[in-house]
T-cell receptor, first 118, second 120 residues
Framework: AQTVTQSQPEMSVQEAETVTLSCTYD???????LFWYKQPPSRQMILVIR??????QNATENRFSVNFQKAAKSFSLKISDSQLGDTAMYFC???????????????FGQGTRLTINP | ETGVTQTPRHLVMGMTNKKSLKCEQH?????MYWYKQSAKKPLELMFV???????ENNSVPSRFSPECPNSSHLFLHLHTLQPEDSALYLC???????????????????FGQGTRLTVV
């Protein structure tokens, strides 16, 4: 079974700073997806960034980028020039690339509560 | 309208009540999910419906009963709940691509805003 671990329950930085959230996972799969989801106080889970395991290039989305280390099974999220609106819970998640109908879908980590201070 | 809509946003119910949570997706997806989010615990997958067929039931107590009448709607019927069932219930949808046989390719899930359930 797959597991996802986020070792930082809470983090806090000043606006405009760069912050990195860590995530490690365990799997025997070779092809899979990794995601970072953001859950603001509105509670809706919003996809921030996605990485396909077979791609060596790290995914980027504007101020958000990942450091994907497949051998180390590490998938950290870097937020550059942080903004007040980035305050939220951030969840790392794993998903198999191919499944047999009925198999597990997304596996989530415990989450990191990120606060951006003015 | 947002892609995935859940109602109600908040629900308080007694242990003897019967209520239902509703989820509707406007994304044309073919798979829908119920997740439970409790404090200080990872999100727990409860049920998966793919092509309107239930394909996953993660040992969820029978006091939770899902229903998927069509690919756009998903319900979670609740009865005789316990206080420990208080949590945020999240609905999600995705578009699964059937490659061959029962081999599916996953895509990312889109979530609703959840229903905050309190059992008293």
């Amino acid at each position: 079974a797959q597991t996802v671990t986020q070792s930082q329950p809470e983090m806090s930085v000043q606006e405009a700073e760069t912050v990195t959230l860590s995530c490690t996972y365990d799997t025997s799969e070779n092809n899979y997806y990794l995601f970072w989801y953001k859950q603001p106080p509105s509670r809706q889970m919003i996809l921030v960034i996605r990485q396909e395991a077979y791609k060596q290039q790290n995914a980027t989305e504007n101020r958000f980028s990942v450091n994907f280390q497949k051998a180390a099974k590490s998938f950290s999220l870097k937020i550059s020039d942080s903004q007040l609106g980035d305050t939220a819970m951030y969840f790392c998640a794993f998903m198999k690339h191919l499944i047999i109908q009925g198999a597990q879908k997304l596996v989530f980590g415990q989450g990191t509560r990120l606060t951006i201070n003015p | 309208e947002t892609g995935v809509t859940q109602t109600p946003r908040h629900l308080v119910m007694g242990m003897t009540n019967k209520k239902s949570l509703k989820c509707e997706q406007h994304l044309g997806h073919n798979a829908m999910y119920w997740y439970k989010q409790s404090a200080k615990k990872p999100l727990e997958l409860m049920f998966v419906y793919s092509l309107e067929e239930r394909v996953e039931n993660n040992s969820v107590p029978s006091r939770f009963s899902p229903e998927c009448p069509n690919s756009s709607h998903l319900f979670l019927h609740l009865h005789t709940l316990q206080p420990e069932d208080s949590a945020l219930y999240l609905c999600a949808s995705s578009q699964d691509v059937i490659l061959w046989g029962q081999i599916y390719m996953n895509t990312e899930a889109f979530f609703g805003q959840g229903t905050r359930l309190t059992v008293v």
